[in-house]
């Protein structure tokens, strides 16, 4: 075991060296925008074009068992700060299982639950790190959102029509839980539905270190990001 973990700790500061190697000879700004690229667009929902069928009607009940379904994705967003310069990273997966349970126009229940091992961004040096070290994800593979408050809407949806909603309930990350209110895009497009949010986090109130190596840091916080397709279970 002493030696996977040396092998590991190795492994983890080398892929760092790499990265700050390439960093350094290219130039902070290079490596931002060509090396890295840039980042993700925050999720948000899709809404059925105008002209499809549906769109514009007010929805039938939806009352039901509803479940996250394929399309569906999870994942964080943070900056590294490389010589001043911030880097905007983004890591994402579509490991992602959940159900909801809906009650006239009341969403009464939600369990969300993401595959943290899976997650990868641009390095595979960074997302080792991340895995081993930062989420620990040997320990704890899979983080979870429970939803612990009803939201109830005032009138049913319009099929193709955004709506913003706010969700308070229990994210649990590296093993620890938080209570969260996170703002959220949600939409009916005819037969399914589906919702994208982020919740900004600070990663010390999971037990999680932002690594810093000297000529690249983490920012202490960030966001816990998703877009879930859902369907009729």
């Known amino acids: 075991?002493?030696?996977?973990?040396?092998?590991?700790?190795?492994?983890?500061?080398?892929?760092?060296?790499?990265?700050?190697?390439?960093?350094?000879?290219?130039?902070?700004?290079?490596?931002?925008?060509?090396?890295?690229?840039?980042?993700?667009?925050?999720?948000?929902v899709t809404t059925t074009p105008q002209g499809s069928s549906g769109t514009g009607e007010a929805a039938s009940d939806l009352s039901g068992d509803w479940a996250v379904v394929d399309g569906s994705f999870a994942g964080y967003r943070v900056d590294e700060v490389l010589n001043g310069t911030d880097v905007t990273v983004t890591g994402h997966t579509e490991d992602v299982t959940g159900t909801l349970t809906v009650d006239g126009l009341t969403l009464t229940s939600a369990s969300i639950e993401v595959d943290v091992a899976s997650i990868a961004t641009d390095s595979g040096n960074r997302d080792e790190y991340f895995r081993s070290s930062a989420l620990r994800t040997d320990e704890f593979p899979t983080a979870a959102f429970v939803l612990t408050e009803p939201i109830t809407v005032g009138s049913a949806p319009t099929v193709g029509k955004v709506q913003t909603v706010q969700a308070t309930g229990d994210l649990t990350l590296a093993g620890v839980t938080r209570s969260v209110t996170v703002d959220l895009e949600a939409v009916l497009n005819g037969a399914d539905g589906q919702v994208a949010g982020s919740i900004p986090i600070i990663f010390a109130d999971f037990g999680v270190e932002a690594p810093n190596l000297g000529f690249v840091s983490v920012e202490p916080t960030g966001f816990v990001e998703f877009s879930l397709v859902l369907a009729r279970a």
């Open 1 to 44: 075991m002493q030696k996977r973990t040396k092998i590991i700790t190795v492994s983890i500061i080398a892929g760092a060296l790499v990265l700050g190697a390439t960093a350094a000879i290219a130039g902070p700004i290079v490596y931002r925008d060509l090396i890295v690229g840039e980042a993700d667009a925050a999720p948000s």
